[in-house]
């Protein structure tokens, strides 16, 4: 199994990805979601968007398609 990594997923209006699904990472890496591992939190202050933690896995870009192309952003925890 790959190393999983603990990450802030943000949402971009879409909603949220559910596990097995991809978020591209801030680094311009792509990763698959292991585990959805909080509930969601909502913005706190003027343009703060929607966010929860999870655990991800890196993946491949050629894993990708237009049917599984990620549909939010994410930034794992300690490299903010």
């Not at 971009?12 to 801030?26: H, K, L, M, T």
């Amino acid at each position: 199994m790959s190393e999983t990594h603990e990450a802030v997923i943000y949402e971009r209006g879409n909603g949220f990805p559910d596990v097995g699904e991809y978020v591209s990472g801030d680094d311009g890496e792509v990763y698959q979601v292991v585990e959805l591992t909080d509930r969601v939190q909502t913005g706190r202050s003027p343009g703060a968007g929607n966010w929860l933690r999870a655990r991800v896995t890196l993946a491949d870009w050629s894993d990708v398609s237009d049917d599984n192309e990620p549909v939010c952003s994410c930034t794992l925890d300690g490299s903010e």
